[in-house]
């Protein structure tokens, strides 16, 4: 169960990623399909709903469009901006800026990560070269990275792991998993074997062993406070023994690290894209 490159999870177009052959279908597959489907729908909904108050847009369709040529035009998720429209204080009515005076900052250093990707300037390198070094640090052939928006875990990337493991756990809501146990807990944490765990449900244990995951480990992303702002997994073909202290030292300063990048990418790159889409949206009234 591997492959020689990573997969994004191209959550925002309906395209599937590519990964290994799909397997027969399960009962149920469609359902998660469509649930899927419901999940994304509503964390966009939300942000038309505001976009159509806030700027008094003649249509769900008219915000729909906003959201979409901006996230086109300044490189963020979908998903990314329909959560920070949500999440993120509005501006001043008629204010010509949303974020007046704001101050602009250099991106933190990922000295754990230096010279492995290129240009770690851009969220998905930073995400991806993430992965990999938790994948080389717990000797691991499969795994996936998830970003924390609109409340739940959303699947960004993943190296190895199959079609139907993406699908079912494309979000993440409900604490029957590994990730879900660290986010809310804040710190990492080690699922020996996935067989016997009693953390999940019995759909997440098939799909995880579906996979060919028997354990698995989950590191936290952590930006400054805490917050918990995406996550890392290994899977690993055999149950694990655990990790060594060294490993796990390294493990929670990469988790750190990325946070603060995560961080730093929220509070400039997503509100210059929120301040451009505040322009687009004005000038339609």
Known sequence: MSQDHLDSIPSDSGHEAEGPPATAAEPGQHEVALRNRQVA???VARAQDVLIDRYRLGSARVAFDLLRRTSQQMNIKLHTLADAVVRVP???TDADLW??????YSPPPLPGLAGREGDLNGHGAVLKSTLRRVLHLTRAGMGNVQVAEHGMLRLERHLGLSREFTE????????????????????QVTIKDVAVAEIFDEDSRRVILH?????????????PG???????????????VGFTRTQLDELEALGQQA??????HRNTRVLDALEHLHAAAAALR
């Open 259 to 264: 946070g603060r990048w995560l961080a730093w």
């Open 226 to 240: 805490g917050a918990v702002l995406g996550m890392v997994s290994s899977h690993h073909e055999r149950p694990l």
């Open 90 to 92: 509005g501006p001043d």
């Open 211 to 223: 996979a060919g995951s028997r354990g698995c480990h989950s590191v936290p992303l952590t930006g």
């Open 168 to 187: 079912f756990f494309a979000f993440v809501q409900d604490s029957t998993t590994a990730c879900a146990q660290a986010a809310q807990e804040g710190r």
């Open 41 to 43: 729908h509503a964390c």
């Open 99 to 104: 974020f007046p005076g704001r101050a602009r």
